[in-house]
């Protein structure tokens, strides 16, 4: 059974940075998704076997997506934190490329909290 593992995450004030990662065990076309409390998964990035990505507004000029040559690992760095971006984040492959809906993406990671503080 694929399992994909992430790690980082944490906790920061608002305007630091972190990143976090997740073994994808070859796979392309994967995505990074975070869900708040009370709130729907929402897509936040992806990239496909190209390396062409795809954001939501809510991190455009802040987060990077980014997957290393042989596909085992997925980055999210993520600068310029601001309080909502707190939620779990979670990484999905076998999915659409560079959809953002979790409808498309069987596979996922355990999920790691992000908690920015104001």
């Known amino acids: 059974q694929v399992q994909l593992v992430q790690s980082g995450g944490g906790s920061v004030q608002s305007g630091g940075s972190l990143t976090l990662s997740c073994t994808t065990s070859?796979?392309?076309?994967v995505a990074w998704f975070r869900q708040a409390p009370g709130k729907e998964r929402e897509g936040v990035a992806s990239?496909?076997?190209?390396?062409?990505?795809e954001y939501v507004d809510s991190v455009k000029g802040r987060f990077t997506i980014s997957q290393d040559s042989a596909k085992s690992t997925l980055f999210l760095q993520m600068n310029t934190l601001k309080p909502e971006d707190t939620a779990m984040y979670y990484c999905?492959?076998?999915?659409?490329?560079?959809?953002?809906?979790?409808?498309?993406?069987?596979?996922w990671g355990q999920g790691t909290q992000v908690t920015v503080s104001s």
């Open positions: 070859g796979f392309s076309c």
């Open positions: 990239i496909d076997f190209l390396g062409n990505t």
């Open positions: 999905a492959a076998r999915g659409q490329c560079l959809s953002l809906s979790s409808d498309d993406y069987s596979t």
